[in-house]
């Protein structure tokens, strides 16, 4: 079934047309990189998450962290649940690996603040 | 009263714009800068925007906000910029020579600083339910959207269960995303215009990846709960924005997110005699972003408010600039250029720089503007003198009020002008 | 055993307790609510009225000129703001100009001084902004702007601090009258006294009915405003008042202690007298009215709209009186409540020396306040201040300059603190333009941090009045 969808790559906001059904053809685009914005979003979306997570020892509480790529939107919930559970001591420095290949993604959890320890 | 300390440049504000503007300036020559930051960290309000897009059009990679500020922070640490941090700016007063300001601090004290040039960029402040006079209870669970965001991402609470935004700025936006991701359930976005006040990307990455509802042309009439917000309800209104009557929808709901626009925050540049654009809320500035007031320059959300940091940064540098040129040359601007102003159409809602002078203009100036209506066919952005004569017109495939836009304006054609009024139009 | 027990902390009761304090006595002043001048005395016009209005048959008409005086004077004893700014009342239409006359006449009787008819163009020489249809005004300069809720607050302060006890969350559902004392059950306790004074304000007719015959019926009269940004501060300098109808007392536009502009209030009979919501028609109606008389005011720099509920009543005066043996009604206090609020207490309590109380003053008593305003420290002082009181030299209110010293030291100043707005009415901080935006989370630290209680049970205001709702990644759920 054809699906309707917004085009994000510039403020225009295309309102694609995207057909599984006919190798995921594009319309109502107006550039090139609606078609190819279209079908990754509809083959295989992927988002980065940005979150926080519980740190110990730091005046600051909570340490901000992201997925250094993107992840299948379908493990959203599921790599929430393990940035939930972790706890960091501080110190921590910006790109710190949290979490390798979080989730079985390619993607690793990272800080992404520096946060010296009090 | 005592001058505890001189400095060449004094930054009022350690966010984005403070960052950029004090580096620019280090980078063009000053050795004795200052920044002022009232609160314990630099980074000001990109330390609680932990989501990412930041940076694409300056590092053209997407950074979430601390790591967009760690960039220009770890670059300062490399100069002799001095920082004060937890440290308020009280009062600024303008003189010829020298421009004072009074700071306090629990460890420092009350001190009077002077200096030769100063920069503002203090930011903005959002607006409140009160300002859009919401009627109804005045229960807790009422936050603006970057409270709230506070509150999550800095301080570690939660501040509701069950969750309505009204307004579909960038920050409602984010933060539908963030309180469904820590366990909220957003019930809808509400907004008063036809159209959305955020990015594409967050209508989309935000309220549609977890089916949260936008309804446009909608806002909140009243609140209902006497100690907790309880419900409100959501009307649509009529192309006036007023509510009609039987469009009622009712949400129980235990917080409200406001997302309704934000205020550039110039009570200092107020008070030190700053003349300020009522179209901008900021200081009326010239192309090199100094105001009217000798000395004082502007950049950031405190001159107007920007949709994108990479903007503020970029209009820091050249504030800090020219800042460092003010000071090594006692001001670098003839006295006796042509200045400009520049006038809008009913299409356009401000434009900064409002002024040019000429003869400080090298090449060209960039003019930063908004919309005020969406252009979805293509479009001419036209300037015309007072003889209404066309002196320079840009090509648009699109505009969007959300979008802050700019054009080149090259001096060749300012020379040639009649008059000392440039009106800028949108012609479709 | 109490001597006495003050039901209702609103200015009446606080005033009471106050002036109980002087003397000999074991006294209780209980509160509904988790904090002292929550009702009326929170949410009201704020002013020291001149007293050209009330008629002079009435106690409201005794009182208002001495009340006024006497508020004055404590202005100064417990360290609290006023402004002298005077009223003018405006004239729109030649029926008007009677209603004035009539004022003038009423305003000699009840002892008001240095009165003056002005025309139209006098008044809007003193205020220039009024509108150009004002015909003419009645000038009463010994009239004022006060901050009702720190009035309230100083006193409820002053009198704990000299040996009142005050209870709060005290909701009182009863009252036993026995031979040689009252019971008075609240819904979790009961206190043991030999006299009662109901100053419980819109429940005073409940309070009332409780041990004496029906006497009069309080009809809660809510009134919404507008609180405009300081930076319209100098549209007017004066209290404006238009004539009042048969019908309202007429929509004033006043300055505000923190040089704010105030605009209302309308006047709704309504059922339910906690309901403080407002609504977007009386506020339509609020802000057409105001620009009859100012024409230029901006509500766009609106920054707060609230709304008060008055004890006004069928009873056509305060309701003042010895209703039953040893139990005193200062009730059905209405507008000028405020401004007679000190007399009101001196005559209650002469009332219950008749009824036999002792009043034997105490030989320390302190009837004074000082506390420390960042702001009104002259430049020059403050590096030398903050030296000595470090504290005094970190701003928490961005909006109105209000310090971590001013917000510890209310804290401190020994009545029980819970929200984030009992804090605002002691110090100040959050009454500005961004409403406690930036500074309510400070704020909230500062207060666990001082008191022990966990930001989560910190308040907005009122019980139940919760901020926030958990941690975030609270996994031990």
New interface residues.
């Given amino acids: 079934m054809v699906q309707e969808?917004?085009?994000?790559v510039c403020?225009?906001?295309c309102h694609l047309k995207v057909d599984p059904e006919n190798d995921y053809e594009v319309t109502g685009n107006?550039c090139p990189r609606g078609i190819s914005y279209g079908k990754a979003e509809l083959k295989n979306p992927t988002?980065?998450?940005?979150?926080?997570?519980?740190i110990k020892g730091a005046?600051?509480?909570?340490c901000?962290v992201?997925t250094d790529q993107a992840v299948p939107?379908t493990k959203?919930r599921e790599i929430?649940q393990l940035?939930?559970?972790v706890t960091l001591e501080a110190p921590v420095k910006?790109g710190d690996i949290i979490i390798e290949r979080i989730s079985d993604t390619e993607a690793n959890l990272v800080v992404?603040?520096?946060i010296t320890n009090c | 009263m005592q001058i505890i300390k001189e400095y060449q440049l004094i930054i009022i504000g350690g966010g984005p714009a403070g960052l950029a503007a004090a580096l620019s300036a280090a980078q063009n020559g000053l050795s004795d800068i200052l920044i002022v930051e009232r609160d314990k960290y630099l980074g000001g309000i990109l330390n609680q925007c932990i989501h990412n897009g930041f940076g694409l059009h300056y590092f053209k990679e997407e950074l979430t906000g601390p790591e967009y500020s760690k960039r220009f922070i770890d670059l300062l640490s490399e100069t002799n910029v001095e920082v004060a941090l937890d440290t308020m700016a009280l009062n600024l007063e303008n003189s010829e020579e020298w421009r004072y300001l009074h700071v306090m601090s629990s460890f420092e004290g009350y001190r009077i600083l002077r200096s030769k040039a100063v920069i503002l960029a203090m930011g903005c402040r959002e607006r409140t339910r009160m300002n859009i006079q919401i009627p109804g209870t005045r229960a807790a669970g009422i936050f603006n959207a970057g409270q709230a965001q506070l509150y999550v991402n800095l301080e570690g609470y939660m501040v509701g269960k069950k969750v309505i935004i009204l307004g579909s700025g960038d920050v409602g936006l984010i933060m539908a995303r963030r309180m469904t991701l820590e366990g909220a359930e957003v019930v809808a976005c509400v907004e008063v215009m036809p159209y959305p006040g955020g990015l594409n990307r967050n209508i989309v990455q935000c309220l549609q990846d977890f089916n949260i509802p936008l309804y446009l042309s909608h806002t909140i009439t009243d609140i209902k709960g006497r100690n907790r917000v309880e419900q409100v309800t959501v009307q649509e209104v009529d192309q006036n924005g007023k509510p009609i009557a039987g469009t009622e929808k009712y949400y129980n709901v235990d917080t409200i997110l406001l997302s309704v626009g934000l205020i550039p925050e110039n009570e200092l540049s107020r008070e030190a005699g700053v003349p300020l654009d009522p179209r901008t809320s900021g200081p009326i500035v010239y192309e090199n972003k100094e105001t009217l007031a000798q000395g004082i320059f502007a950049c950031g959300n405190v001159l107007h408010v920007h949709d994108l940091v990479d903007f503020v940064t970029e209009e820091a540098e050249s504030a800090g600039q020219a800042a460092a040129c003010f000071v090594q040359s006692g001001g670098c601007v003839k006295q006796d250029s042509k200045i400009i102003s520049l006038k809008t159409d009913s299409n356009i809602g401000y434009t900064v720089p409002q002024q040019i002078r000429i003869d400080d203009v090298e090449k060209a100036v960039r003019v930063f503007f908004r919309v005020r209506k969406i252009f979805r066919e293509p479009s001419r952005i036209v300037f015309r003198d007072q003889l209404k004569s066309e002196i320079a017109s840009f090509k648009r495939p699109f505009m969007f009020p959300a979008e802050m836009e700019n054009v080149n304006l090259p001096r060749q054609l300012l020379e040639n002008i009649s008059g000392t009024e440039l009106t800028i139009s949108v012609e479709e | 055993m109490f001597d006495v027990i003050i039901i209702g902390a609103g200015i009446i009761g606080c005033a009471t307790a106050y002036q109980l304090s002087q003397f000999k006595l074991k006294v209780l002043l209980l509160d509904k609510e988790n904090d002292v001048s929550l009702g009326a005395s929170c949410a009201n016009t704020a002013i020291i009225h001149g007293g050209y209005d009330p008629d002079p048959a009435t106690l409201m008409g005794k009182y208002n000129v001495k009340g006024a005086k006497r508020c004055i004077e404590l202005v100064d004893a417990l360290d609290i703001k006023f402004k002298k700014s005077g009223t003018l009342i405006i004239a729109l239409a030649e029926n008007d100009l009677k209603t004035l006359d009539k004022y003038y006449n009423r305003g000699l009787l009840n002892g008001v001084e240095g009165m003056a008819m002005l025309d139209g163009e006098e008044a809007r020489k003193r205020e220039p902004n009024l509108s150009e249809a004002v015909i003419g005004a009645l000038w009463v300069p010994e009239s004022g702007v006060i901050n009702p809720w720190e009035f309230t607050i100083a006193m409820a302060e002053v009198a704990v601090r000299e040996g009142v006890k005050l209870e709060l969350n005290q909701k009182v559902v009863d009252i036993e009258k026995n031979t040689d004392h009252y019971l008075v059950k609240t819904e979790t306790n009961q206190f043991r006294t030999k006299y009662v004074v109901n100053a419980a304000g819109v429940y005073s007719d409940k309070i009332h009915n409780m041990v004496a015959e029906p006497a009069f019926t309080i009809k809660p009269t809510r009134g919404q405003y507008f609180l405009l940004d300081r930076s319209a501060g100098e549209t007017i300098k004066t209290i404006i008042f238009p004539c009042a109808t048969e019908f309202t007392k007429g929509i004033l536009v006043s300055p505000t202690i923190h040089d704010n502009i105030l605009v209302g209030p309308d006047a709704e009979v309504i059922s339910d007298p906690e309901d403080t919501s407002t609504t977007g028609e009386a506020l339509a109606f609020i802000a057409k009215q105001a620009r009859k008389s100012v024409p230029c005011l901006d509500f766009r720099n609106n920054i707060r709209n609230y709304s008060g509920i008055r004890a006004n009543s069928d009873y056509n005066d305060f309701f003042i009186k010895i209703s039953t043996p040893k139990f005193l009604d200062l009730a059905a206090i209405k507008s000028p409540g405020l401004t007679c609020a000190p007399i009101i207490a001196e005559e209650g309590i002469k009332l219950l020396a008749e009824e036999g109380l002792e009043l034997n003053k105490k030989a320390n008593w302190d009837g004074t306040r000082k506390i420390i305003r960042f702001k009104e420290i002259p430049k020059a002082e403050r590096a030398d201040f903050i030296e000595k009181n470090p504290e005094y030299g970190r701003i928490i209110c961005r909006c109105e300059h209000i310090t971590e010293g001013e917000i510890i030291a209310a804290i401190r100043r020994g009545l029980p603190i819970f929200s984030l707005d009992a804090v605002k009415r002691r110090a100040g901080s959050g009454l500005g333009r961004c409403q406690g935006g930036f500074c309510g989370p400070r704020v909230q630290e500062i207060i666990a941090r001082e008191t022990g209680i966990s930001p989560l049970d910190i308040l907005l205001n009122k019980t139940g009045s919760y901020i926030l709702v958990d941690r975030t990644k609270n996994t031990e759920k």
Avoid: F
Avoid at chain 1, 5 to 8: F, G, P
Avoid at chain 1, 47 to 54: A, D, G, M, P
Avoid at chain 1, 59 to 62: A, I, K, N, S, V
């Fill in positions: 969808i917004i085009c994000i403020p225009r906001g107006a988002r980065v998450i940005t979150s926080t997570v519980k005046e600051l509480t909570r901000p992201k939107k959203m929430m940035i939930n559970s910006t992404c603040r520096d």
